[in-house]
T-cell receptor, first 114, second 111 residues
Framework: DAEITQSPRHKITETGRQVTLACHQT?????MFWYRQDLGHGLRLIHY???????NKGEVSDGYSVSRSNTEDLPLTLESAASSQTSVYFC?????????????FGPGTRLTVT | EDQVTQSPEALRLQEGESSSLNCSYT??????LFWYRQDPGKGPEFLFT???AGEEKEKERLKATLTKKESFLHITAPKPEDSATYLC????????????FGQGTTLQVKP
């Protein structure tokens, strides 16, 4: 069955280190999204992509970057991790033809920055 | 600015006690309103999409309705397995595919 996976599921890192969170989907969806989920804020969009080599900033993109070299993967990089980036990160994907299509979410990565 | 507000933040029900969750939204041209269910430690799972005022959708004990300013998720005769956080999200007319989420309502159904 098609799915969307994230790795690692849990990560502890130190302030200032570079961290990359992986997201892989097997639906062949063009659209992929990264969100963070924090108490009191709900899910907030970090970056998104409509296809290979396309990336766009969401509402909380500072300190994060993404690159899209193939359809299946959208890794999220924290250039220099900060304690404010401690959060649960979710990747999502949706079909490319219609942007109104529902998004499928991965299981999440819990990141702790000490 | 697009905004989504869900109420209540938390809701405790006895098994079989029906109730409704509210999602109020302010958006520049609604293209779609989405309901998701999220279990602890998992990603959100899609439930419904509503596109226009007056539309209703049902799935088992859940029914979602939409007006021009809000959506309701009605839960009829809930069971303990309906316990979860329910998230509402909207997509505006910018055609970017981006979703704006509310903070969610955490539902606990006691047997």
């Amino acid at each position: 069955d098609a799915e969307i996976t994230q790795s690692p599921r849990h990560k502890i890192t130190e302030t200032g280190r570079q961290v990359t969170l992986a997201c892989h989907q097997t639906w062949n969806h063009n659209n992929m999204f990264w969100y963070r989920q924090d108490l009191g804020h709900g899910l907030r969009l970090i970056h998104y992509s409509y296809g290979v080599h396309d990336t766009n900033k969401g509402e909380v993109s500072d300190g994060y970057s993404v690159s899209r070299s193939n359809t299946e993967d959208l890794p999220l990089t924290l250039e220099s991790a900060a304690s404010s980036q401690t959060s649960v990160y979710f990747c999502a994907s949706s079909e490319g033809a219609h942007l109104l299509m529902k998004q499928y979410f991965g299981p999440g990565t819990r990141l702790t920055v000490t | 600015e697009d905004q989504v507000t869900q109420s209540p933040e938390a809701l405790r029900l006895q098994e079989g006690e029906s109730s409704s969750l509210n999602c109020s939204y302010t958006v520049s041209g609604l293209r779609g309103l989405f309901w998701y269910r999220q279990d602890p430690g998992k990603g959100p799972e899609f439930l419904f999409t509503l596109y226009s005022a007056g539309e209703e959708k049902e799935k088992e004990r859940l029914k979602a309705t939409l007006t021009k300013k809000e959506s309701f998720l009605h839960i009829t005769a809930p069971k303990p397995e309906d316990s979860a956080t329910y998230l509402c999200a909207v997509q505006d007319s910018s055609n970017t595919g981006k979703l704006i989420f509310g903070q969610g309502t955490t539902l606990q159904v006691k047997p």
